[in-house]
């Protein structure tokens, strides 16, 4: 239990949560004993409205998103109050301030959290609307809490500058040790693999997100304010995690026809599956060293798992007939090669956490890093090119102002005592997803609920404001900690924190609560109904758009394999770029069958053939990367003629698949009599070796039969996956 608790104390989530609530707390406490509680809570306010804003990135970054967002927060609070007397101004204007703010969405996930600010700065402007000198007064206030939570974030990222970065490097490692997991699952006689692709596919969301978050954070430190020491080794290992996932995935093996070879010989998958999940819980102890700062020592001896692995082939060659297990034993013998680079890389992980000399393992690969960054451009034509109801963020802009307004409307002509109360629910529920708006409307009224409940028990016996102060700032804490983590908890917390608040400031305490609650109910509901009715985006929509990316991603990362495949060298820039989209666009298809999964019923007719298209991309996915890592790892033949051709009709298959998603009538196909002909020439370079009367048990001959017996089963596999990728393309866009 101890430890539970000590791990969500240093978790990123409750050190943000400390962060705003130290930025809101000393105001108050500061001005409420000097007898100015309504300045102190003001402030409080800005830092509030600021708080999102503050997202990973590098410090430059970060001091300019904060700073623009004070200033906006607090200049939209003061042009509301100006405008507010005017109705036939003020209206009109409301609802271009609200569209505006979210449609600048667009421009990414900073502009996405400084929109939020700016919504909830609309929403409380409301429950207070001040004249004359007042609004200036108010206005700078807001301002001096934003500028004062930039303080705070500053202090808290100088006292431990390489914190974050620490704990999203040890949340990254810890996700790729469960990924190595479930690749290691996959060598079970009975596994459920279908089951245990999913979760790959889920697992490949989250992993992608954390991506994004450490290069944002690393490369662009390292550009903006140089490389220190500790940025070095951390950029070492994530490039070594990237490395470590395209291994995991490229062991592209068809599991059922080699459970099938080795039935009566489990003893050498078995082996290969301890070894994998040793790699597994290796990687797992890295994590916790590095969250924990703790010296690392293995727990594990990979170097011997791998020799036990290198007997147990061993023992196999001499069990079956030679010429019987030649297949059999050609990839295994891949598989531990596969091995032994995991473990390499992991060694270097292991060497970055404890040493400080990095140069030779660094050596070359933090090349062109800025490449591998979404640069910070905000040109007005993005926006002016979502103005279409084609485009999802402009359906949501529209739905949101639509939304706030009819709740406005609602508070100013019905008795309801907070207005913005209503306005703050239907701003922090309504999301441009369906299943997300849902989820949030279901767990924010149950949170509210039992907040309210739960608080007004509280202060029915407690009568002591310094008590109840104490409970209000430990439920502020808590609300925001566990906003990402589990959000009915979170609405629960934020609850009791504001009817605490409100319980010290007015002793009306059961109206409050019952209002409270009222008026959550009535924005919840409107947000579900609003996304369900006006201007809906179904993800089923979006998912066509979803698979041309990740097919396209997957052809420009065959057409980086083939080049570097032909041309040998040093792996080129464009090669890992094309990669990291491979990876990042197959997230994002699974991401987009996640969206439609929590949709109607009425909206997923296309669920399975969409999940069939994601596990058909991973598939081609994983077997592009073993054919890649292969040819990385391995001093390869010239390639043939025959190579390049049956590459070029794979590619020409996803083309042929894209094309179908954009309606447009092609057919690039080779005939498949050609098609048998090529895949002939290349099966004769492995007749032809045999031919040759080399001595068949020298490394040379073992490394060409390899490569002849993996790049003719990746071709094929290739070959086969594409046609499958257009047939299915063709059959989603039928239905």
Same mark, same amino acid.
């Given at each position: 239990?101890?430890?539970?608790?000590?791990?969500?104390?240093?978790?990123?989530?409750?050190?943000?949560?400390?962060?705003?609530?130290?930025?809101?707390?000393?105001?108050?406490?500061?001005?409420?004993?000097?007898?100015?509680?309504?300045?102190?809570?003001?402030?409080?306010?800005?830092?509030?409205?600021?708080?999102?804003?503050?997202?990973?990135?590098?410090?430059?970054?970060?001091?300019?998103?904060?700073?623009?967002?004070?200033?906006?927060?607090?200049?939209?609070?003061?042009?509301?109050?100006?405008?507010?007397?005017?109705?036939?101004?003020?209206?009109?204007?409301?609802?271009?301030?609200?569209?505006?703010?979210?449609?600048?969405?667009?421009?990414?996930?900073?502009? /996405?959290?400084?929109?939020?600010?700016?919504?909830?700065?609309?929403?409380?402007?409301?429950?207070?609307?001040?004249?004359?000198?007042?609004?200036?007064?108010?206005?700078?206030?807001?301002?001096?809490?934003?500028?004062?939570?930039?303080?705070?974030?500053?202090?808290?990222?100088?006292?431990?500058?390489?914190?974050?970065?620490?704990?999203?490097?040890?949340?990254?490692?810890?996700?790729?040790?469960?990924?190595?997991?479930?690749?290691?699952?996959?060598?079970?006689?009975?596994?459920?693999?279908?089951?245990?692709?999913?979760?790959?596919?889920?697992?490949?969301?989250?992993?992608?997100?954390?991506?994004?978050?450490?290069?944002?954070?690393?490369?662009?430190?390292?550009?903006? /304010?140089?490389?220190?020491?500790?940025?070095?080794?951390?950029?070492?290992?994530?490039?070594?995690?990237?490395?470590?996932?395209?291994?995991?995935?490229?062991?592209?093996?068809?599991?059922?026809?080699?459970?099938?070879?080795?039935?009566?010989?489990?003893?050498?998958?078995?082996?290969?599956?301890?070894?994998?999940?040793?790699?597994?819980?290796?990687?797992?102890?890295?994590?916790?060293?590095?969250?924990?700062?703790?010296?690392?020592?293995?727990?594990?001896?990979?170097?011997?798992?791998?020799?036990?692995?290198?007997?147990?082939?061993?023992?196999?060659?001499?069990?079956?007939?030679?010429?019987?297990?030649?297949?059999?034993?050609?990839?295994?013998?891949?598989?531990?090669?596969?091995?032994?680079?995991?473990?390499?890389?992991?060694?270097?992980?292991?060497?970055?956490?404890?040493?400080?000399?990095?140069?030779?393992?660094?050596?070359?690969?933090?090349?062109?890093?800025?490449?591998?960054?979404?640069?910070?451009?905000?040109?007005?034509?993005?926006?002016?090119?979502?103005?279409?109801?084609?485009?999802?963020?402009?359906?949501?802009?529209?739905?949101?102002?639509?939304?706030?307004?009819?709740?406005?409307?609602?508070?100013?002509?019905?008795?309801?005592?907070?207005?913005?109360?209503?306005?703050?629910?239907?701003?922090?529920?309504?999301?441009?997803?369906?299943?997300?708006?849902?989820?949030?409307?279901?767990?924010?009224?149950?949170?509210?609920?039992?907040?309210?409940?739960?608080?007004?028990?509280?202060?029915?016996?407690?009568?002591?404001?310094?008590?109840?102060?104490?409970?209000?700032?430990?439920?502020?804490?808590?609300?925001?900690?566990?906003?990402?983590?589990?959000?009915?908890?979170?609405?629960?917390?934020?609850?009791?924190?504001?009817?605490?608040?409100?319980?010290?400031?007015?002793?009306?305490?059961?109206?409050?609560?019952?209002?409270?609650?009222?008026?959550?109910?009535?924005?919840?509901?409107?947000?579900?109904?609003?996304?369900?009715?006006?201007?809906?985006?179904?993800?089923?929509?979006?998912?066509?758009?979803?698979?041309?990316?990740?097919?396209?991603?997957?052809?420009?990362?065959?057409?980086?394999?083939?080049?570097?495949?032909?041309?040998?060298?040093?792996?080129?820039?464009?090669?890992?770029?094309?990669?990291?989209?491979?990876?990042?666009?197959?997230?994002?298809?699974?991401?987009?069958?996640?969206?439609?999964?929590?949709?109607?019923?009425?909206?997923?007719?296309?669920?399975?053939?969409?999940?069939?298209?994601?596990?058909?991309?991973?598939?081609?996915?994983?077997?592009?990367?073993?054919?890649? /890592?292969?040819?990385?790892?391995?001093?390869?033949?010239?390639?043939?003629?025959?190579?390049?051709?049956?590459?070029?009709?794979?590619?020409?298959?996803?083309?042929?698949?894209?094309?179908?998603?954009?309606?447009?009538?092609?057919?690039?196909?080779?005939?498949?009599?050609?098609?048998?002909?090529?895949?002939?020439?290349?099966?004769?370079?492995?007749?032809?070796?045999?031919?040759?009367?080399?001595?068949?048990?020298?490394?040379?001959?073992?490394?060409?039969?390899?490569?002849?017996?993996?790049?003719?089963?990746?071709?094929?596999?290739?070959?086969?996956?594409?046609?499958?990728?257009?047939?299915? /393309?063709?059959?989603?866009?039928?239905?």
């Amino acid at each position: 239990m101890l430890q539970k608790i000590n791990k969500f104390i240093d978790s990123i989530y409750f050190t943000n949560a400390l962060k705003v609530t130290v930025a809101a707390v000393i105001p108050v406490v500061l001005f409420s004993l000097l007898g100015e509680f309504r300045i102190g809570f003001t402030i409080a306010l800005g830092a509030f409205f600021t708080y999102p804003s503050d997202i990973p990135s590098s410090l430059k970054h970060k001091i300019n998103g904060v700073l623009f967002t004070a200033f906006l927060v607090s200049f939209i609070n003061l042009v509301i109050n100006i405008i507010y007397p005017y109705n036939w101004i003020f209206y009109p204007f409301l609802a271009l301030l609200i569209f505006i703010l979210s449609m600048i969405s667009v421009y990414g996930h900073r502009a /996405t959290m400084t929109s939020f600010s700016g919504l909830i700065s609309i929403s409380l402007a409301f429950s207070n609307i001040n004249e004359g000198w007042a609004m200036i007064e108010h206005a700078g206030l807001i301002l001096a809490g934003g500028l004062f939570y930039l303080l705070i974030s500053l202090i808290f990222y100088y006292v431990r500058p390489n914190r974050y970065i620490e704990m999203q490097i040890g949340d990254c490692i810890k996700l790729t040790a469960k990924y190595l997991k479930l690749r290691g699952d996959l060598w079970t006689g009975n596994a459920d693999r279908n089951s245990i692709v999913k979760k790959q596919l889920h697992l490949q969301v989250e992993l992608n997100t954390i991506h994004e978050n450490i290069r944002e954070v690393l490369i662009r430190s390292s550009i903006t /304010t140089g490389s220190s020491n500790q940025n070095r080794k951390m950029l070492l290992v994530f490039i070594s995690l990237v490395e470590i996932l395209e291994l995991a995935l490229s062991t592209a093996f068809d599991h059922r026809k080699l459970h099938q070879k080795l039935d009566d010989h489990p003893k050498v998958l078995l082996t290969y599956q301890n070894l994998a999940y040793n790699l597994a819980a290796n990687l797992k102890q890295l994590s916790k060293s590095v969250k924990n700062r703790k010296i690392y020592h293995s727990k594990y001896n990979l170097l011997n798992d791998i020799t036990i692995l290198k007997h147990a082939i061993t023992e196999y060659e001499y069990e079956v007939d030679k010429n019987t297990a030649s297949e059999s034993v050609l990839m295994l013998t891949t598989m531990l090669q596969y091995a032994e680079k995991q473990v390499e890389k992991i060694k270097i992980i292991g060497r970055a956490v404890t040493q400080t000399s990095l140069s030779e393992d660094l050596k070359g690969k933090d090349k062109d890093l800025e490449k591998f960054l979404a640069p910070h451009y905000y040109p007005l034509s993005t926006l002016t090119q979502n103005f279409s109801f084609s485009s999802a963020i402009f359906r949501h802009s529209l739905r949101l102002t639509i939304t706030l307004l009819f709740g406005l409307i609602i508070g100013v002509f019905l008795p309801f005592q907070n207005i913005y109360w209503i306005l703050l629910t239907i701003i922090v529920i309504l999301r441009p997803s369906y299943g997300l708006t849902k989820e949030r409307s279901f767990q924010r009224m149950i949170g509210t609920v039992i907040g309210g409940l739960i608080a007004f028990g509280i202060l029915y016996f407690m009568y002591d404001n310094r008590v109840i102060s104490v409970l209000a700032i430990l439920c502020m804490l808590l609300g925001f900690s566990f906003t990402q983590i589990n959000y009915k908890i979170s609405a629960t917390f934020i609850t009791m924190y504001v009817v605490f608040i409100y319980g010290i400031l007015t002793p009306n305490i059961t109206d409050l609560v019952q209002y409270r609650i009222l008026d959550t109910l009535v924005g919840a509901i409107l947000a579900f109904l609003a996304n369900h009715f006006l201007f809906p985006t179904w993800e089923f929509l979006n998912a066509p758009s979803h698979l041309k990316k990740s097919i396209t991603a997957n052809q420009e990362y065959l057409k980086e394999i083939a080049l570097f495949y032909n041309k040998k060298g040093t792996i080129p820039t464009s090669y890992r770029l094309a990669r990291k989209n491979a990876f990042i666009e197959i997230g994002n298809l699974m991401a987009s069958f996640q969206r439609m999964s929590q949709e109607p019923k009425s909206k997923q007719t296309q669920l399975p053939q969409v999940y069939k298209l994601v596990e058909l991309n991973h598939s081609l996915l994983s077997s592009l990367a073993s054919l890649g /890592t292969y040819i990385q790892s391995h001093k390869t033949t010239t390639a043939s003629k025959a190579f390049n051709i049956v590459v070029e009709t794979v590619k020409n298959n996803l083309e042929n698949a894209i094309a179908i998603l954009d309606n447009i009538p092609t057919d690039k196909n080779v005939a498949k009599k050609d098609l048998a002909i090529h895949f002939t020439a290349l099966n004769d370079i492995r007749e032809r070796e045999l031919k040759e009367g080399e001595d068949i048990n020298t490394e040379d001959f073992q490394l060409k039969m390899q490569e002849a017996q993996l790049v003719l089963e990746q071709l094929v596999w290739l070959i086969s996956l594409s046609e499958n990728i257009t047939k299915a /393309t063709k059959v989603l866009q039928s239905t």
